[in-house]
């Protein structure tokens, strides 16, 4: 039995139309964006196959900053009117240090690639709505409130044990398939189900977030850029989205949620209060929403893939959001899994390597970040950051990098390599410093006891 396709579904799909006699080529667990991209792509590449999501979109999400380079990803999705029509024009990230009191703004038309000068930021629910539904379009199979919660997997495939939620009362479903792909997202999916999901142990991180009306927003070409500050227990964004709407979040250590005393809200305000450059933007501003909070998230996955099946996005790993990098390493690792399953379900001989070679390049993309990530919150990089020093065109290199420029690379890598000379040596310049920051941080990350 099959739950009923989501109106986001081609209109003649049926329950009937689905049963466990006529299986899908593919099984996508997930509709966000890398389910919702990599389902694009395969049904356009003439397979069969079904989207299972747990919600019912559109829904609320974080993760609302987007990359230049996923506007090449848009476009070759078709959906490139749709996403500028919901979204507020990005032109560059401002990181603000109030250890150095001033800001530095980097913008992305002073990027190596200069044909992609802005990105976008969006409210989740409208992009996720739009992705999804165009996968629909493209001839996927869309079923919403449809969890999925086990697996056997087969010789020749898989079977996907689903149950409806919501305002699904359909009850517990099989769903056969040759393939299966997890965009599961935070909710990891294959990676608890097959323990293959692992703590993060060079990074930790977890996160208070809320929206805001009537927040101060810059004029001119600034109006829509991310604003990034840095506070004694992390980081704050600040996201100007349409409608008027401003996502605030903080990014802080573990520790420091067990500090809560009152409310969540009003240990939200006394987070922000930390920041006095942030807390004059919000003078006047409402919060819309009440404050959320997560627990940790950062992870990484032990691997990627499998005998008939691949993970993509954050279905396999997640770090921290600082470099809005999200949405981008979701999009750019499904549409690489898209040729690997798709070359996997033609020529099975082939599958092995192919998925070895997708994993690899999960990886590096994700290792680039965490590089940076790793060591946002340093002294020594903040003063490279407010103090930027254009050595052999290290900021250019930067700034592509900040626009998502870390898979061609084409004139970055070599500049990123000089922007990490210039950070060890800055360490190497304050040996005390160094280490008091290195000491701090391992106290940071360790694991905190709920």
Known sequence: MHAAPSQTASPDRSAAAAGASDPFDVIVIGGGPSGSTISTLLAQKGWRVAVLDKDRHPRFHIGESLLPHNNPLFEQLGVMDEVRAVS???????????????????????????????????HRADLDLILLRNAARKGAHVYEETRATRVDFRDDGVTVHARGVGDNTQGESQWRARFLVDASGRDTFLGSLLRLKAPNRKHASAALFAHYENAHRYEGVDEGNISIYWFDHGWIWFIPLARGITSVGAVCWPYYLKTRQGSLDEFFDATLDQVPALRARLAGARRVVPATATGNYSYDGRRACGKNYVMVGDAFAFVDPIFSS????????????????????????????????????????????????????????????????????????????????????KGVRARVLVFKGLYYSFNAFYPRRTIAAIRRRKLNIRPVES
């Open 88 to 122: 507020v024009i990005k032109n560059g990230a401002e990181f603000n240090s109030m250890y150095h009191g001033k800001s530095q703004t980097f913008y992305f038309s002073e990027a190596l690639d200069r044909t992609l000068p802005s990105g976008f930021q969006v």
């Open 326 to 409: 999200g949405v981008y390493l979701a999009m750019t690792s499904a549409v690489a899994a898209a040729d690997a399953v798709d070359m996997a379900l033609r020529e099975p001989a082939r599958a092995a390597r192919l998925m070895r070679a997708h994993e690899r390049r999960m990886r590096r993309g994700i290792a680039i970040f965490k590089w940076f990530i790793y060591r946002m919150t340093s002294p020594s990089m903040r003063d490279l950051i407010m103090h930027p020093r254009n050595v052999f065109g290290v900021v250019q290199g930067i700034i592509s990098f900040l626009a998502g420029d870390i898979f061609r690379m």
